[in-house]
């Protein structure tokens, strides 16, 4: 089974800057990632798809890179609406999610 | 426009059955796989299965036996059984569709949820 590491576990950070969060797959996985928001009480939501195709509607300060084994979600420039958790997850591989990155307020 | 609605009970007591059940509107059943997905309090998101209208539904195969997903075409939902609950499936239970994107390469991902349901196992 493939096995996906988020890190960091939390990141704090201030409206306006530009954070990166990443996922490590413990195998190859090509470019098959998918990355979700989630906020508090409320249920995922898809971002991006293929590791960098953005969803229809979500923001373009988003953005997803990677392939292989290393992939990463950026944010260009924080919103207040953007604090939330994020997790991965390798869609060549079925029941697996990263354990989340909770996105803090500074 | 695909809109999931989850019901189902909010108490169940342990080794009691529970059944969820996901109505979907918009599209039907049949032309989507579909999931559930569900997440403990605090915790991330356990992905417990997925069916499609025809065929076996697959189970996460680190999860306890005694779940069953199912598919009823003439009402255009899916259901989530567990049965003999314990304190450890206490969690929000998510329905989900399956992107159509790349299923047909077995590759799922979820795009659209349904709000959620909190089930909480405790005598």
């Known amino acids: 089974d493939i096995q996906m590491t988020q890190s960091p576990s939390t990141l704090s950070a201030s409206v306006g800057d530009r954070v990166t969060i990443s996922c490590r797959a413990s195998?190859?996985?090509?470019?098959?990632l998918a990355w979700y928001q989630q906020k508090p009480g409320k249920a995922p939501k898809l971002l991006i798809h293929r590791a960098s195709s953005l969803e229809s509607g979500v923001p373009s300060r988003f953005s997803g890179s990677g392939s292989g084994t290393e992939f990463t979600l950026t944010i260009s420039s924080l919103q207040p609406d953007d604090f939330a958790t994020y997790y991965c997850q390798p869609y060549n591989s079925p029941y697996t999610f990263g354990q989340g990155t909770k996105l803090e307020i500074k | 426009q695909v809109r999931l609605q989850q019901s189902g009970p909010a108490l169940v007591k342990p080794s009691e059955t529970v059944s969820l059940t996901c109505s979907v509107s918009g599209v039907s059943i049949t032309s989507y796989y579909w999931s559930w997905v569900r997440q403990p309090p605090g915790k991330g998101l356990e992905w417990i299965g997925y069916i499609y209208y025809i065929g076996s539904p697959n189970y996460n195969p680190s999860l306890k036996s005694g779940v069953t997903i199912s598919v009823d075409t003439s009402k255009n939902q899916f259901s989530l059984t567990l049965s003999s609950v314990t304190a450890a499936d206490t969690a929000v239970y998510y329905c989900a569709r399956i992107s159509p994107r790349d299923v047909f390469q077995s590759h799922y991902y979820m795009d659209v949820w349904g709000e959620g349901t909190t089930v909480t196992v405790s005598s």
């Open positions: 195998q190859g996985i090509s470019t098959w």
